[in-house]
């Protein structure tokens, strides 16, 4: 919880804000993880077991994702992964790297920034 609403709450409503952003989805195996993505709106990728737990790596459930994503809408141009543990992020936010990542012509983009005072 943060502010009074779950983590992947925060990212579900900022990614549906998103001017460039047309569908948002929350892969899981978690049924918790899934009803909270369903009271905000979200699609649902049920994760499978090889691709589960503490030890799946990112890539491998952005493929499955992806995969899964295009056999129910065909194909698609590109895909936002968002981390749900950084909360502190706006609408914009996304607009704004998709911009620099259609502009630059990029293949991957990947963004941070600097955390000047860690204790909020």
Known sequence: ?????????????????????????????????????????ARTIKRPAEISGDDAGTESVWKHAIETIENLEGSINFMVGVQCTSPLREAKDFDNGIDSFREQ????????CKVRDNII
């Open 1 to 41: 919880m943060f502010c009074d609403k779950p983590l992947l709450a925060w990212s579900i409503e900022q990614a549906s804000l998103a001017q460039h952003i047309s569908s948002v989805w929350v892969t899981s195996d978690t049924e918790e993880i899934l009803e909270i993505r369903e009271s905000f709106g």
């Open 105 to 112: 012509q990029l293949d991957s983009l990947f963004t941070s």
